[in-house]
């Protein structure tokens, strides 16, 4: 607790009658290996009560590190602030928490799912204690912003083969966030437009040539 106290108090840059703390979880003695658990809490700077956004942060960062601790894992995350992060609701987010360590890749799951799973559960326990949406987004070693640019890149190629084949292209099946990547990024193309079809999981986007 000392320890974990310290490193807020060096976070924040503040002294200790400067924060607020909130317990996310006490350790357990008989979890580790080593014979501990690590202890984690929520420091709020007092100092910074007009910067919501700073608060909302701090909260879901702690939450978030409350999870992996109880998943076992041993993983850090890293507070990012990218230029361009849409989420799956087409929404541009501020912050990205990227998680990095060993055996991360399982949060990713299969297309993603397991990280938007895990990004959802963090938003809905953030939300519940400030009672509005948190704008973050939750990352595993840059999965999801390498799938962003790698879609990005995709919707362009497929689109110069559209435009000089004159037929559809239909895409491999994808989550709504990677199909709404594609629609966005072929939205202004004055000679390709874009479609979803199928249903579930098997839905796809088709990249069509525009009538003139």
Do not use: C
């Not at 002294?15 to 690590?38: A, H, V, Y």
């Not at 507070?79 to 998680?99: C, H, K, M, S």
């Amino acid at each position: 607790m000392e320890e974990t106290l310290q490193k807020a108090l060096i976070h924040l840059n503040v002294g200790l009658d400067e924060i607020e703390i909130t317990m996310l979880n006490e350790g357990n003695k008989e979890i580790s290996e080593t014979g501990s658990e690590n202890v984690i809490i929520n420091a709020r700077s007092l100092s910074s009560e007009g910067n919501e956004l700073d608060q909302e942060i701090e909260l879901a960062y702690g939450v978030l590190n409350a999870l992996l601790s109880k998943m076992g894992l041993n993983a850090a995350v890293n507070i990012e602030y990218p230029e361009t992060a849409v989420d799956e609701e087409g929404e541009i987010n501020p912050v990205t928490f990227n998680i990095v360590g060993d055996d991360v890749e399982i949060l990713v799951g299969r297309r993603g799912q397991t990280l938007d799973a895990l990004q959802f559960v963090v938003r809905l326990i953030t939300s519940k204690n400030i009672k509005f949406k948190v704008p973050i987004i939750v990352d595993v070693e840059n999965y999801k912003h390498r799938r962003y640019e790698d879609l990005k890149a995709l919707a362009v190629n497929v689109a110069a083969q559209v435009r000089t084949r004159k037929t559809s292209i239909r895409l491999e099946p994808m989550s709504a966030y990677e199909r709404r990547i594609i629609h966005m990024t072929l939205a202004d193309d004055p000679d390709v437009m874009t479609d979803s079809t199928g249903e579930g999981e098997s839905r796809r986007v088709v990249i069509m040539p525009k009538r003139k």
